[in-house]
């Protein structure tokens, strides 16, 4: 059943990477904002962290169901681990874009969860411009470039 949404959730999954990105930036450039140490906490701050993780949940999301249900690479690269690895694109998808997004997922919490959670308003926006620009920098790692960057219909 999940086979037959594999277009439309490879489609989803690409729409989402550009709000997750939008996101990212929109959270990094508010998180900076409070790096000299002179403003306080704002509820932007909170906002656009709440938004940036809910994206990275929902995309994460929705990238798991492709990844354990619907991809005929990921169920290739199950089939035979071995010469999944061999193969630049099923070991990319199995293992190294997994990886990537799943760390990218944690800092994105840890930035959230520092930012509600410092111990002063410096602290909350440095944690957070820093946890937020590595994750965007892991996402960034992670995206396949090489194919296509919009997918409408499949």
Request: with cysteine; net charge positive.
């Amino acid at each position: 059943m999940l086979q037959n949404l594999y277009p439309h959730l490879l489609g989803l999954h690409g729409i989402l990477r550009w709000v997750v990105l939008a996101a990212a930036v929109a959270a990094i450039v508010v998180a900076a904002s409070g790096w000299s140490g002179r403003k306080p906490v704002s509820a932007a701050l909170l906002r656009f962290g709440i938004i940036f993780v809910a994206a990275m949940d929902l995309e994460f999301l929705v990238g798991l169901i492709l990844y354990f249900g619907a991809s005929p690479i990921t169920k290739m690269a199950f089939q035979n681990m071995a010469a999944a690895m061999k193969d630049h694109e099923m070991r990319f998808f199995a293992v190294e874009h997994t990886f990537y997004m799943f760390v990218a997922v944690i800092l994105a919490h840890v930035g959230g969860a520092l930012s509600r959670k410092g111990k002063t308003d410096l602290a909350k926006y440095r944690a957070a411009a820093i946890c937020y620009s590595l994750s965007l920098l892991l996402m960034l790692a992670g995206i396949p470039w090489w194919r296509p960057l919009l997918r409408i219909g499949g």
